[in-house]
């Protein structure tokens, strides 16, 4: 039978059981397939979800007579995600102005910690002891406002509060501790709604841990700190360092068990991130590698398995007069959110960041690391149980997108691109550009997505530059700018407009998130005028 005698209706149904790659196709092969996948709109609200590296939330999916009733429909679906993506490719966001964000000078803010908390999605928490609170705060999920909370310090007595993280899709909260003249930390597990009482699913309230080199550090006098805390489903991850040391610890715990399931003693400085529920990357400062490692091993194993690296990549170089830096940013893992939203960020389509200089950077997409892992040339092991390493041109030109982007190149000589403090959310990354002439501070942001459907999108409507951007030699194609063009890996690049808010400050912390982008102004920012954020968003 011919499938283009079936009534139109019938065959919109069969096509919503294509992959979007297919509807592509179907497209192209007569006018009669191409009405339907251009006028159906299940089929267009399941492209533009793949467009804009989106999945849909409702639980009918995408058949109204399925599932929660009280599911907004799919045509109102389509609409708020034409809206979102409309006002996103425009740069036309939102702002929350100084609400979340405190001069210095105004309040006593000594000992004030901002800190980023990776959780499904990443909020933005102040720890103010002068004021015995913490402050958090959030992009709005679809619709209004930001979202901001207070959690009392009181509900933490006793010792010093270190860090903060957070995971709001499980109502869950992590505060890290000092244990008094000892090496030791405490981390609580905390409901976020109700902070004082310990959540529900977990078995231990406390954990407990140190160092694993103890002999040349002196309890009291050295203190021990919980830095890059990350959260995905039931395992938390956070790094253990000592004052004035470079060694550290990585540990991965399942804090619904309270049981520590993978620890590795690093006697140089990393940074890491988790990949997913069992992979972490880690990237030792001022190295050329970045190497994984599965954290998820079988109980049955023996101890001494579990710090063995599975997987060695070798990274590129970076320009001569560059500063080495060499560090993989914390990330988030893109989680359903507990309150209903329509569509939330692609888990599959998310990245990393490897930060190779303030002009350089890699960005992989974890689907690289997930062929590499699964792959059994890949993943090779000398008689020592190291990973064999995997030569850069063996596996980056292709499967990664490199960054260099050189002062005199491409800038005026007085701005700076400030990737160490850039992170990334789903398939995008925010990076911003600043000028620091004189005493006037202004800046802009580039949005780099690497979701490949997104990149078929930018093809057909190539993205210019802004004709009154100061930061790159003239107006031209985004791609053209950067110096991408040539680049094997799909992506898009999104000129999103000036940082107004951010006036008169340092270069600061920029994060992507689900709404739009936040910057964040920390203690380590020293010429900062304001500690907190200011979240930009759709």
């Not at 610890?249 to 619904?256: A, F, S």
Request: proline residues 7%; glycine residues 6%.
């Amino acid at each position: 039978m011919n499938s283009l005698c079936l009534p139109e209706d019938v065959l919109a149904r069969i096509f919503l059981y294509c992959d979007v790659s297919d509807l592509f196709s179907c497209k192209l092969v007569s006018r009669s397939m191409a009405s339907t996948v251009e006028h159906d709109v299940y089929l267009q609200y399941k492209i533009e979800l793949a467009v804009n590296g989106m999945v849909d939330l409702s639980n009918a999916g995408l058949d109204e007579h399925t599932g929660d009733p009280t599911h907004l429909p799919v045509v109102a679906r389509l609409q708020k995600l034409r809206e979102y993506a409309t006002r996103f490719r425009s740069g036309k966001f939102k702002d929350s102005y100084w609400e979340y964000s405190w001069e210095r000078g105004t309040v006593d803010t000594n000992g004030w910690e901002v800190q980023l908390a990776f959780g499904s999605a990443i909020s933005y928490v102040v720890i103010k002891p002068p004021q015995q609170e913490i402050s958090v705060c959030a992009p709005p999920l679809l619709d209004g406002g930001m979202r901001r909370w207070t959690i009392p310090l009181t509900a933490f007595p006793a010792d010093v509060v270190t860090a903060v993280s957070l995971d709001l899709s499980q109502d869950l909260l992590i505060v890290a501790q000092l244990v008094p003249n000892s090496l030791g930390v405490k981390a609580h597990v905390r409901s976020f709604s109700e902070p004082a009482v310990p959540h529900a699913d977990a078995a231990r309230p406390i954990f407990s841990t140190e160092p694993l080199v103890l002999r040349v550090l002196e309890p009291g006098v050295e203190r021990t700190r919980i830095t890059y805390v990350q959260i995905h489903r039931h395992v938390v991850a956070w790094m253990l360092t000592v004052d004035g040391h470079d060694s550290s610890d990585v540990e991965v715990w399942d804090w619904k068990t309270g049981y520590l399931i993978w620890r590795c003693h690093f006697y140089l400085g990393v940074t890491f991130t988790l990949l997913d529920q069992s992979f972490l990357a880690i990237v030792p400062n001022a190295s050329d590698a970045l190497l994984v490692y599965r954290h998820d091993l079988p109980e049955a194993d023996p101890i001494t398995t579990r710090s063995r690296q599975i997987l060695e990549l070798r990274l590129p170089g970076r320009p001569r007069a560059e500063t080495a830096i060499t560090r993989i940013q914390e990330t988030s893992i893109p989680v359903r959110p507990s309150s209903t939203v329509p569509f939330w960020p692609d888990p599959d389509l998310r990245m990393f960041v490897v930060v190779l200089g303030d002009c350089s950077a890699l960005l992989i997409p974890y689907s690289t690391f997930r062929t590499l892992l699964y792959h059994p040339e890949s993943v090779r092991t000398s008689p020592r149980g190291r990973a064999k390493p995997i030569p850069w041109k063996n596996w980056g030109p292709q499967a990664t997108l490199l960054l260099h982007l050189p002062y005199a190149e491409r800038v005026n000589f007085w701005t700076y691109w400030k990737m160490r403090y850039c992170y990334s959310y789903g398939s995008r990354v925010a990076i911003s550009c600043y000028s620091d002439y004189g005493t006037s501070h202004t800046g802009e942001v580039f949005v780099f997505d690497l979701n490949p459907w997104a990149a078929r999108e930018a093809r057909r409507y190539p993205p210019t530059m802004s004709p009154d951007s100061r930061y790159l030699d003239t107006p031209t194609t985004a791609k053209a700018a950067f110096g991408t063009e040539r680049a094997a890996i799909p992506h898009a690049i999104l000129h999103e407009g000036g940082l107004s808010r951010s006036f008169g400050q340092a270069p600061p912390v920029l994060a992507m998130d689900h709404r739009g982008y936040t910057t964040v102004y920390t203690q380590d920012l020293v010429s900062s005028r304001y500690l907190g954020s200011i979240s930009f968003y759709v």
